[in-house]
């Protein structure tokens, strides 16, 4: 029985071509209830059987405990959910809405883990996708408790495959397709790894892990979308007057979209992306995709975001219009980060030029307050590598490069403030950081040691479990971070 929220949904869709994936058989296990997951892979398999190419449905858990509210939100709506995505496509300005209908089955594997398992007898199932961010694609050592689930996503994922294992007796051809979307390099022989170690941690059987070796396919991707989420709030009052319906779950996207997948592109048979037309690449190496996207897109998001707090900019577009921070960016980008890529520079600034143009999107309001959440293991992974590309070959580190981290250190300049931890903008606005608890408190400690500013800055740098290694080595940096944070301090006295 559908509720009354899902036949107001349906009603109100603009292309009335719905069809409910509720009976299908479940094809593709999601980890994971965010808006990207929902903007992208979502979205795509909903295309698919738009157009009578995949027959099947997604189940959909959420990967922490934390995320039970938006799980039980989907519930509510019956696994729909509305998208809207805008900006320009071949030149021309575009506003889509779809419901999105692919979700057949909404659980919580924390209070439903007898639910959750039993997915995995599903003859059907093949995929598992997965977003969890770069802390959830981790392996995290953990007891194995019968009957409860555990924290980590690898270690659900290695009770899975028992569960699997044991249903099919072994059969190899029961074997799943892993297909993780965090942003990190390797992902999916990072997951196999997690799932290999838990199964020797719980002594789990030889013939198991070797199933799982040699039967489940844990396929590195990279995915590109700009999915900016739930659109201010004054807009989704507008929108929701005039669809008829509200959506707690609405989220909102660019066009552009590109999905990079390590595998054979006869793959495409048995999940066909793009058949259905999608930009989706089955790729023998993945390196290239990984490194520009991840060096330039994301570099420069983490790049300019703790300068534009700092300077109370609130949006992408907003910066990349701002006469000094826009050109500081470009320029960081074309003359430091394109010449530390292996690709030929010609065609790093076209896909430079791209990005410009998905960051200026006029209908994206894309908040560098959301990019900044967790800006220390993002700047390690697609800042720092542009920055030792100089330091390894001793050079010093570049000025625009430079000034980024600088302004990077006076973001997380906190102090522990109630339950969390606060900076201040250069104009004095308190604001709050987003990071892991342990690391915000190591760094306001660090600030607060008993020496000059210098040494303070020196000993951040060389402290290795904030950075994964001694940055204070590296050629001049130390000095240009100092000195660009004692003349903002001058500037603010
Ligand atoms: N939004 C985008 O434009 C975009 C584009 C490409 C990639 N991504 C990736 O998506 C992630 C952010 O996702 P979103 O935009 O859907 O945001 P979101 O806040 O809507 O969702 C975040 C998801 O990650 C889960 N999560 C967060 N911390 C976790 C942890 N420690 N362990 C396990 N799971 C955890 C949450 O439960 C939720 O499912 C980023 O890490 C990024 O790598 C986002
Ligand atoms: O999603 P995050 O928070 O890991 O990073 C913020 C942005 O850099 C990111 O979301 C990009 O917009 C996205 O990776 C584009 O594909």
New binding site residues.
Partial sequence: MASLLTETLLAAAEDGRFTSAGSDPVRVLQV??????RGFVDWMLDGCRNQGLFPGSVAVV???RS?KRKIEKLAAQDGLFTLVIRGLEGGERIERRSVVSVFSNVLDPYEEWASFLALADGAELRFVVS??????LAYRSEPMVPGEAPES?PAKMTLLLLRRYETFAGAPDKGLIFLP???LERNGDRLREGVLRHAEEWGLPEAFQAWVREHNRFLSTL?????T?YPDAEEAERWFERWGYRDELLTTGEPYHLWAIEAEPELDEELPLRQAGFNVHWTPDLKPFQQRKVRILNGAHTLMTPLGLLHGVEHVRELMEHPELGSFVRNTVEAEIIPSLPEPAEAMKAYAAEVYERYLNPHLRHRLSDIAMNSISKAKARLLPSMAYYAEKGEPVPAGLALGFAALLRYYRVERIGDGYEGRSFAGEPYRVADDAELLGRIEQAWSADCGEREKVRRLLADETVWGIDLSAWKGLAEAVADHLAGWERKEA
């Fill in positions: 994971g209830e965010g808006n990207f997951l959420q990967p922490r995320g977003n969890t961010t770069e802390a959830g996503f979307c965090e942003l995915v590109d979308r700009i999915v989420g």
